[in-house]
């Protein structure tokens, strides 16, 4: 979901990029006659930049967040040419739409830079800027983009990592988001796009070597389990997989918040995943009216993605920053049922544990104004206790989707759009990473139900990797190193240079930016997990 970490990401410089080799192509771009997804839109690709591995090295390592992300990803090995691919595909409702991307190629001399090359998929997280686009390393914005290029590319990967419809050039109008089939749609899309052009390019001595990785992070770890599994049923070849702090189990994910553990972010999460299931299946509301509140409920399904900041998006009152349900409980009678009754009134009030280290979170997601509508909420509430999925609020055995596809209908997309869902299991190497203290993508409710939902799989075909748990196998040098950096930046906030905190207030701080910190260790741990095959 959210994907951003001052502390550790970093983009690459736009007047040296302009100085090696951007602005060019291979030869006449000819746009396609044909609008089938999948389909380059034009070929050859657009090359943005070229840097040998000293000038990436130079541009990456210039700043003090370039030289940490220097320290998890190794200094470039490679040169990176940055091509931007555009290529047709579909909406959550088959709506035909351009879309874009990037296609990093490694180049150079050095062993593994040049020649047949393995590929990897990359999905990105949740990006509110409808211009984000990914290939533009020149962007301060797109840290993910120099994320990826330092992390894989510079050491011998192509890359293939789309901006998804709805950004960019896309005239789509909204973000499919957290829909299984679109979404993995679109990345094989991508990736067949990406594989037409790259003969095409002007880096002639770097091709496709046969090997392929999907992986992403936060949304992107979602969409890369879809891809994971969609390429597999088609019986598409995909050597390994490394999804990441993903939102997988959809509807054990939506019954936590709307039960209470509110995660950060969630008014911004809201109406992304609400217009996308919306435009795909018609019946999540007759008028937006129905679930949002009213200060919220006009132009929502066009508030996100946006050119416009975030930060104005609040203080414009078109969301509310935090507060996704009314801080006062919605009364909840039942006839005949009086104990369901007191359960789920007790289940939708303010968190008030003060012996649960998660109750200030959770809190911040109920205020006044808010989001979501009680009357909404409640109803979602009936259906998960009249029809409860197995990992929430107790994990049950092997831990199933709720028994029959729920009635309430965006619980019911949820479990569309769960990856449980069909009793999908992965017939490929797969890592799961994340962090047990995410406040964003909870570790338990997605990486653990699915890792649960697995148990049975032969030993050795999933492995999952908490990158908070005490240091200990192949992974053992992530962890340390990710626990280091969370206590380094901890130690820097309470400094003058970093605000002088309190410990209170700088672990507050470090809360607020732990999803992203975590992406480029699950990255680097993701890249030692490809290297084996």
Known sequence: MFQYSKYFLTALGCAALAACGSGASSGTTQPSSSTAHGTLALDPPFRIASLNAAALQANIGASSAGAQLLQITGNPACGVDFYYIKYWTVGAANETTESSGALMVPTGSAPGCSGPRPIVLYAHGTQTDQLANIADVTNPANTEGALIAAMFAAQGYIVVAPNFAGYDISTLGYHPYLLAAQNSGEMMDALAAARTALPHTLTTGTSDGGKLFVTGYSEGGYVAMATERAMLAAGDKVTAAAPMSGPYAVEAFGDAI????????????????????????????????????????????????????????????????????????????????????????????????????????????????????????????????????????????????????????????????????????????????????????????????MAAFWSQLPAGLVTVLDVNASPAGPFAAVQTAFQQSQAAEFAFLQTAAGGGLSAAAAEAQLVQGYHGSVAPFCSAAARAFFSQF
């Open 258 to 449: 709307f039960f209470g553990s509110v995660n950060l972010g969630s008014t911004v999460f809201a109406p992304l995943i609400t217009t996308g299931y919306q435009k795909a299946y018609g019946n999540i509301y007759a008028a937006t009216t129905d679930l949002y509140a009213s200060p919220y409920a006009a132009g929502i399904e066009t508030v996100l993605p946006s050119a416009t900041p975030l930060a104005t998006i609040f203080a414009n009152g078109q969301l509310p920053e935090t507060a996704l349900f009314d801080s006062t409980t919605p009364t909840v009678t039942i006839p005949g049922q009086p104990t369901l009754s007191a359960e789920l009134t007790a289940a939708l009030a303010v968190p008030s544990d003060p012996n649960n280290p998660n109750t200030p979170l959770f809190a911040l997601g109920f205020g006044n104004p808010y989001l979501i509508n009680n009357d909404y909420r409640v109803s979602y509430a009936l259906d998960a206790a009249s029809n409860p999925d197995g990992a929430v609020p107790t994990p049950a055995a092997g831990v199933p989707l709720a028994a029959a596809k729920p009635t309430q209908t965006l619980r019911a997309a949820f479990y569309q759009n769960d990856m449980r869902n069909g009793g999908w299991a992965p017939t490929v190497p797969t890592l799961l990473c994340g962090g047990d203290k995410d406040p964003t993508v909870f570790f338990s409710v997605n990486t653990g139900t």
